[in-house]
């Protein structure tokens, strides 16, 4: 595979007015090259950070069984409203996976919500609602929710966390590398791939950089 990736930033589903404001996602490209790059049809693809669905429609498409979980329940209900088995999104947090059905995962394809290292009260896996909670705290739930995603995953299997390092207001965020490395830390890591993504907009990335990093673990045999 090669090490650097071109990618658009369209997706073919349109958000509705009340979400584009906030449209992070990554493309349905991104999604669907990974997903048959890692995985083959009829395999469980999970996604713990749903997010609007963007994995989940392209497993879907790619004829694996989708599986997510969100946190937020307006995203809950527009993803089930675009899915072939809507049963298969929960409603919930990523730090709390005993209720969802998904042993013997094949693929992981995901990307969780960032944090900044400073100057960003508001708490990502808490619906970004300020809980006193910083950048350390993200990093050992990061932690936590991949230990939890091993017990799931079949040995042999795969995790491509989407992720970028941030540069705002001047200050820099090693998410991208803190993110592989505590990660890096429960999986093998296998390679980083560079995300080169192109748009016509500017910036054609939001975080200070026009790239991110598809970070690929494996669940190695012990």
């Not at 947090?93 to 400073?118: E, N």
């Amino acid at each position: 595979m090669k090490t650097v990736l071109k990618f658009d930033t369209n997706n073919a589903l349109h958000l509705p007015p009340e979400f584009q404001n906030d449209d992070i996602r990554y493309s349905d490209s991104f999604a669907e090259y990974f997903i048959e790059h890692y995985s083959k049809p009829g395999n469980i693809v999970f996604d713990p950070f749903a997010g609007y669905g963007t994995t989940l429609y392209a497993a879907e498409k790619l004829k694996r069984q989708a599986f997510g979980i969100e946190y937020l329940p307006e995203r809950v209900e527009f993803i089930k409203g675009n899915l072939k088995n809507p049963a298969n999104i929960h409603c919930g947090s990523a730090l709390k996976l005993d209720g969802i059905k998904v042993q013997g995962t094949d693929l992981v394809l995901t990307s969780p919500p960032y944090m900044q290292r400073i100057n960003h009260p508001e708490y990502p896996f808490a619906g970004y609602e300020i809980t006193g909670q910083g950048y350390d705290d993200y990093l050992l739930d990061v932690t936590e929710i991949f230990k939890q995603i091993k017990c799931r995953l079949k040995i042999e299997g795969y995790v491509v966390v989407e992720a970028s390092n941030l540069l705002i207001d001047g200050v820099f965020t090693p998410l991208a590398w803190d993110i592989a490395q505590v990660i890096g830390s429960i999986l093998s890591f296998k390679q980083e791939i560079i995300i080169d993504w192109q748009c016509d907009t500017v910036p054609a990335y939001g975080f200070g950089y026009d790239h991110s990093y598809a970070l690929v673990f494996q669940n190695a045999e012990e």
